[in-house]
């Protein structure tokens, strides 16, 4: 059974940092490009950071971009995604969740695979 549990989230001043962890099973994380996704209240779900199998591919949206840094342990079968100076609009349920990475952006697939999520709430 393929599972992805995050964890990590919670309630953090705005310029504070937090480090979201993915844990996944059923799978093989390294045969899988995998991503962080934020859903905000009253907004879409939207992709904020991938990583490529070997990490030699990365993408940031451009609201994250020089703030959040994405990493991976295969062999830990474990995601990681850094998240430093944050803002109250980084405010959202955070998701790990396998993807397809292309040179033109990154995306969930048909076949994707999503965790529960975890809360990042900023706030002072």
């Known amino acids: 059974q393929v599972q992805l549990v995050e964890s990590g989230g919670g309630l953090v001043q705005p310029g504070g940092s937090l480090n979201l962890s993915c844990v996944v099973s059923?799978?093989?994380?390294?045969?899988?490009?995998i991503g962080w996704l934020r859903q905000a209240p009253g907004k879409e779900r939207e992709v904020v950071s991938c990583a490529s199998i070997d990490s030699d591919a990365t993408y940031y949206s451009r609201s994250v971009r020089g703030r959040f840094t994405i990493s991976r342990d295969n062999a830990k079968q474990s995601a990681f995604l850094q998240m430093n100076n944050l803002k109250p609009e980084d405010t959202a349920d955070y998701y790990c969740s396998t993807v397809k990475l292309k040179n033109y952006g990154c995306f969930e697939g048909s076949n994707s695979s999503r965790g529960q999520g975890t809360r990042v709430t900023v706030s002072s």
């Open positions: 059923g799978f093989s994380l390294e045969d899988r490009a």
